[in-house]
């Protein structure tokens, strides 16, 4: 028989999910993830036996140091992949591409094409005119995530320093809601984690292939750096990352010559069917659960809650295999 403030914990964890990708807050609750896992597995580090002013001091300084390590990472790859340099690299690839495409094209539809990134950007310009209204909301939502982001890795940092209290002096509900946030948080560090080892072997190869085989070959592919970094950043996401990066990869290839294009797609082939295996070895061996678990769950909740929900769906499915399991129903 379940205890009814357990029972309360579960109810008030399942409304949060709920509230947290409805109210598309789940950039924040990542963040603050982030800094609670990272915080307390350093913090584990500390010694015991410091007395309880230096330790509380020490681990409020790891909290501001996790704090500000993690958003310089997120401004270096933001800079990196959007800034000016970036951007510029992208519109010559496009640019690049839009070419190859218009000499295999017929005549009445290549002359739709811009034959210029000059023509692209001032394509993009009109566009921007044309709906600055629609550009400044989404400025305005930018810096309303970028906001709630900063709040919840403070809050995270919060939690994290909370948590080394003495759970045994709380209430009966708070304490069921600490050990909800404990199992969310390890399912959280061990799906990203796997995913990362999941990203850094993919990334590996993908970089061997294009600046090592591609170049032996006498090919060189535009923006390479960007490319090898975009398919780390997208192999966070399982399953369907690796697809994101490899379409990405396979088109700009296309840009070069058809052969480029087949030969990256039947590389980057069988890298997927290299990343299916390791997918179900690495998260089956963190989290229990199988590749196609995985996908069945970002399917279902993509439906119901869009990008947020595909996003969140390997964190969710995972915190659910681990309570269901802690309860002895799987």
């Not at 709040?151 to 002096?169: D, N, Q, R, Y």
Request: some cysteine; overall charge neutral.
């Amino acid at each position: 028989m379940i205890p009814k403030p357990e029972k309360s914990s579960y109810l008030l964890a399942i409304a949060m999910v709920l509230l947290v990708l409805h109210f598309q807050l789940l950039p924040a609750v990542i963040a603050g993830l982030a800094v609670h896992v990272v915080t307390i597995k350093l913090a584990q580090r500390v010694p015991g036996h410091w007395g309880n002013m230096a330790r509380e001091v020490i681990l409020g300084l790891l909290a501001v140091c996790v704090v500000v390590v993690l958003l310089g990472i997120g401004f270096g790859l933001w800079s990196f992949l959007l800034g000016h340099h970036g951007m510029a690299d992208l519109l010559s690839a496009v640019a690049e591409t839009l070419d190859h495409i218009k000499r295999t094209l017929p005549t009445n539809l290549a002359v739709s094409l811009p034959d210029t990134v000059e023509e692209i950007q001032s394509n993009l310009v009109d566009l921007m005119r044309e709906n600055g209204r629609h550009l400044s909301e989404i400025g305005m939502e930018g810096v309303k995530t970028f906001a709630h982001v900063l709040l919840g890795m403070v809050i995270g940092g919060m939690t994290a320093l909370h948590s080394f209290k003495g759970v045994e002096e709380w209430p009966a509900l708070s304490a069921a809601l600490h050990n909800r946030l404990k199992v969310l948080s390890e399912s959280f560090y061990k799906v990203v984690f796997a995913q990362a080892k999941i990203s850094t072997l993919n990334t590996i190869l993908t970089a061997i292939y294009l600046a090592v085989i591609l170049p032996l070959c006498g090919v060189h592919l535009p923006m390479m750096t960007m490319l090898i970094i975009f398919t780390f950043v997208a192999g966070m996401l399982p399953v369907v990352g690796n697809l994101i990066s490899n379409a990405v990869i396979v088109v700009i290839s296309l840009g070069v010559s058809p052969a480029v294009g087949g030969a990256s797609l039947v590389f980057l082939v069988l890298v997927h069917k290299l990343e299916y295996f390791t997918n179900a070895k690495i998260v089956g061996g963190e989290v229990h659960a199988r590749a196609w678990e995985l996908l069945c769950a970002m399917i279902v909740m993509e439906a119901i809650f869009g990008i947020g929900g595909m996003v969140a769906a390997p964190i969710v499915y995972a915190w659910l295999k681990s309570e269901l399991k802690d309860l002895e129903l799987v």
